[in-house]
C-alpha cells in the first residue's frame, strides 16, 4: 500500500494533519503522520501500550469503525529540542450519548522527530477523559527586584 505523503512542514503542520485525519476517520493520512520507526508507541485512553505500525493502525481501524473521532487540540504547550518536538495539548472531544452531543477533555503528549520524510509522530499518549476541562497548574516565577 502506497503511504499517504506530507510536506516537510512544521511539527505544528504534523498535528494538524493528525487531528485533521482523526475527525475525517482517514487511517491512510493518519498514519502518514507517523514516523516510519519500528517503536513508535501510542496509548489511548486506559488502553495498552501499543508498540509498532501494525499495533497502531488496527487500534485507530478499529475505532474508525465507530466513526471519526472529534478530537480538537487546545491549549497547546510545547518543548522544542532541535529534531525533537513534544507538545502537551488538551483535547475537547466531541461525543453523541443517549443525552445527546456532549463534551469531553482528554490531556495528551504528542512527540514529533524530524525524520528524512519530514516532521512525523513518533509517540502520543493520551489520559483518561474527564466531563470537566482539566486545570493548567502553573507555577509562578518569582519576582527578583
Known amino acids: 500500500m502506497r503511504k499517504t505523503k506530507l510536506p ?22 493518519l498514519m502518514a503522520c507517523w514516523a516510519d520507526e519500528d517503536d513508535i508507541v501510542c ?5 495498552p501500550r501499543l508498540v509498532g505500525h501494525a499495533a497502531v493502525r488496527a487500534a485507530f481501524d478499529a475505532m474508525f ?43 495528551a503528549t504528542n512527540v514529533y522527530a524530524k525524520t528524512a520524510q519530514g516532521w512525523r509522530m513518533v509517540a502520543h499518549h493520551a489520559s483518561p477523559g474527564s466531563r470537566t476541562e482539566p486545570v493548567e497548574v502553573l507555577t509562578a516565577q518569582p519576582v527578583l527586584h
Open 65 to 107: 469503525a465507530n466513526g471519526s473521532v472529534q478530537a480538537h487540540p487546545e491549549k497547546v504547550r510545547r518543548l522544542d529540542a532541535g529534531h525533537c518536538s513534544v507538545h502537551s495539548v488538551v483535547e475537547r472531544v466531541a461525543l453523541m450519548s443517549d443525552d445527546g452531543l456532549q463534551q469531553a477533555w482528554v490531556v
Open 43 to 47: 496509548v489511548h485512553p486506559g488502553g
Open 8 to 29: 516537510w512542514g512544521s511539527p505544528d503542520d504534523t498535528e494538524q494533519a493528525f487531528y485533521d485525519a482523526l475527525q475525517q476517520a482517514d487511517i491512510d493520512r
